[in-house]
């Protein structure tokens, strides 16, 4: 969590919290239980019940699981002719009466596996309107309470005179939504938490693209903004029902948020201040809010700038990055001293060396990226660039141009040098760009990203190059398929995966740099020993840096050469582990896993029995970034660099060379390891496409008659 938004200032105040979870939660879309979600549910309870907080559940489904078990039992007491004929639905409170002990049974084997004790309540309607119940009800809940027992709610339909199928909403409550909020009323509840099948309240459908999520609910602005759809697929209530209760609950001085049941934590993330979901408080109305770009404000504001961007000439392009490249060296102070402040914060915290390698911008760096920004500001125009030029017909001429793919998403973790890097890449393309960095380096993209925006001239200076606060903004924008054309993660494996598995955009970028060294027997020994150590020991934290060392294995009976490889690896201070082999002839711990990013002084070694067995090794171990032999026979490379399926693979040369800089790329937005669109670094080229311009003069296909095809090619003649 980047911070608490102050809008979530209540949660520090919350000990008592009533959970609602519903039908759409409880079940999947063929009715039957979801005990994946159930578990995730029953686990975060028992975290937060454990924490302290007073926790009482509200749970929907027992009608769903009645009609199911009741569907099974006809299903197996019919006879063949039985089930030709039309089945009539069964009675809703029959349904109940058969699910809800079934419920229960399944709450109670699970919260007992987790060593926490349940309780169920049944209640209906009527008993409300009994002052010495709602008095004994406060008392019973108060004491299991005490007792760490998790009170579960649920209205008993069974015996409930409301009529079928359940269009009464008279009376006191009408569903377990208006239920759970009048039970936040009656036991004190700090906290009201309504568990959904989508994230929060939206402006419009959530399928829908252009729906915003609506964070903080006033009810003065929202109220007569919002259309709601169809209600629950299984249950009574939906997104309606939930309001009214939050709502009724909210301006009863209970806060509510109503949030995803489907994420596994979603309920600690409410509790740790995260901006999820939708808030209902009673004073949201005078709350005084920053206004924030919404998402999609900001995607859009990106997409506009980047067609007018695309207006300007050459000089025009050319003059703005010198500008930003003159604008970093006159402000190198404030960029040192907000980084500086983000290292000793991160040290402070504790984070590990690689990660604050990553962050630190070292002496000199200011330097190398304006001139690296320099060198791209010189570099051939990329747009308009005619790439194949065709003559269909007579006077019809077809032309296939480069151009920008419109607006991109990258996120990174660590660093800020990244975010130089990346801006200078979207401007050279004229693409949009958003960016989102880790908050352990906000300070330093902060002033980045201030810096570089002043140098771009209005009306696009502040919309071409957005910088996102904070990651709560992710999953919005991971959903505008519609306006952002690429995303592009540099980062964790955690990182970049969990960014493909959350998106429909496009995704470049790998999740491991976990790189290896061949040094096969015919390698000559001292330049082996200058690349080793270089791809190691140069920048460890490096995506590109060596994490195996493959050695061939009569290498083994080497008496100086090879030895001395590991001594100089052990000098620098790198940690050594071995696999199977290694581990044994060399006398080193045996690593746990080869697929492993130490991104630190440490690597791997293992021994191979040749050029195959290494090319396997990579193939079962690597991540397709970067790989590298070090040999003497020009056959033994050319079946290396020919099989090993990688975005990069080197002959006697380091892979620290993997690098969009050194590629004389100017700069790279990230190394992609994909196996479409771009691989390897990925400068200006890797953000481009193409599009088609035909010229004509008045022709017309009708069915191809009359027209003369020449196809004949423009550009080579």
Excluded at 622 to 629: A, E, P, V
Aim: glycine share 8%.
């Amino acid at each position: 969590m980047d911070s608490v938004d102050p809008t979530r200032a209540f949660i520090k105040n919350v000990k008592r919290i009533v959970v609602k979870v519903g039908t759409a939660v409880v079940t999947r879309g063929d009715g039957r239980l979801a005990l994946g979600r159930l578990g995730a549910l029953c686990e975060q309870l028992k975290d937060i019940n454990s924490q302290g907080y007073e926790v009482i559940l509200v749970t929907s489904g027992a009608v769903g699981l009645g009609r199911q078990r009741l569907r099974y039992r006809r299903l197996a007491n019919s006879s063949f002719a039985d089930l030709q004929n039309p089945q009539n639905d069964f009675d809703g409170k029959a349904c109940a009466a058969v699910g809800q002990s079934s419920l229960m049974a399944l709450y109670d084997t699970m919260f007992s596996q987790l060593d926490v004790t349940s309780s169920q309540l049944l209640v209906t309607d009527s008993v409300f309107r009994d002052e010495a119940f709602r008095k004994q009800l406060s008392e019973t809940v108060k004491s299991l309470l005490k007792l760490r027992v998790i009170p579960i709610f649920n209205e008993n339909d069974a015996v409930s005179t409301r009529k079928a199928p359940y269009e009464d909403s008279s009376g006191i409550f009408w569903d377990n939504d208006s239920l759970a909020g009048l039970l936040a009323l009656e036991l004190k509840a700090d906290l009201l938490v309504l568990l959904s099948d989508v994230e929060g309240l939206y402006s419009g459908p959530p399928t829908d693209p252009k729906s915003k999520l609506i964070h903080t609910y006033v009810k003065e602005k929202h109220q007569g903004e919002i259309t709601f759809g169809d209600k629950s697929r299984v249950g009574r209530g939906g997104m309606t029902a939930k309001v009214n209760a939050a709502v009724c609950a909210a301006y009863g001085g209970i806060p509510v948020v109503i949030t995803s049941g489907y994420d596994t934590d979603n309920i600690k993330k409410v509790l740790r201040g995260d901006r999820i979901g939708t808030v209902f408080h009673q004073d949201a109305h005078l709350w005084t809010v920053v206004k924030e770009e919404g998402a999609r404000d900001m995607a859009v504001a990106a997409q506009e700038a980047s067609r007018q961007f695309r207006a300007l000439g050459s000089q025009e392009r050319r003059k703005i990055l010198l500008d930003v490249a003159d604008a970093l060296e006159a402000n190198e102070g404030e960029i040192i001293a907000a980084n500086e402040a983000d290292v000793a914060a991160a040290q402070e915290v504790g984070y590990e060396k690689a990660l604050i390698s990553r962050l630190a911008l070292r002496p000199g760096k200011i330097s190398a990226l304006a001139k690296s920004i320099r060198k791209l500001a010189d570099m051939e125009e990329p747009i308009g660039r005619v790439l194949k030029k065709t003559e269909l017909a007579e006077g019809l001429v077809l032309e296939k141009l480069s151009c920008p793919l419109g607006v991109l998403l990258v996120v990174f973790e660590s660093r800020p040098d990244a975010l130089v890097q990346i801006a200078a890449l979207a401007i050279q393309s004229r693409n949009g760009l958003l960016l989102k960095g880790g908050k352990e380096a906000k300070r330093s993209n902060a002033i980045l990203h201030k810096v570089i925006s002043s140098a771009i001239p209005e009306p696009v200076g502040g919309k071409l190059i957005g910088l996102v606060n904070t990651r709560d903004e992710i999953p919005d924008l991971l959903k505008l398929d519609d306006v952002i054309d690429l995303v592009i993660p540099r980062g964790s494996n955690k990182l970049v995966s969990k960014i493909k598995e959350s998106t429909k955009i496009p995704v470049l970028g790998h999740a491991d740099g976990i790189c290896h060294v061949y040094v096969d027997k015919f390698a000559n020994l001292d330049m082996a020993k200058r690349i080793v150590l270089d791809a190691k020991v140069d920048y460890p934290a490096a995506c590109n840096a060596m994490e195996t060392l493959l050695v061939h294995k009569d290498l083994l009976s080497d008496d100086g050469g090879f030895k001395q490889i590991i001594s100089e690896l052990k000098n620098s201070g790198v940690s050594l582990y071995g696999g199977r082999r290694a581990a044994t002839a060399l006398h080193l711990p045996e690593t746990d896993s080869f697929h492993y990013e130490y991104s630190s002084l440490a690597c791997s070694v293992e021994i191979v029995d040749d050029v195959n067995a290494a090319i396997d090794h990579i193939h079962e171990h690597g991540s397709s970034h970067t790989d590298c032999i070090v040999t003497e026979d020009g056959q033994v490379a050319k079946i290396f660099l020919t099989q090993v399926d990688s975005a990069a693979v080197f002959h006697n040369a380091s892979t620290r060379f993997c690098d969009g800089a050194r590629f004389g790329l100017g700069a790279e937005v990230g190394i992609s390891t994909s196996r479409i669109h771009a691989r390897g670094p990925v400068g200006v080229e890797g953000l481009l496409t193409t599009r088609w311009i035909l010229r004509g003069n008045g022709h017309i296909v009708d069915a191809d008659r009359g027209v003369e095809y020449t196809h004949k090619d423009l550009l080579s003649s």
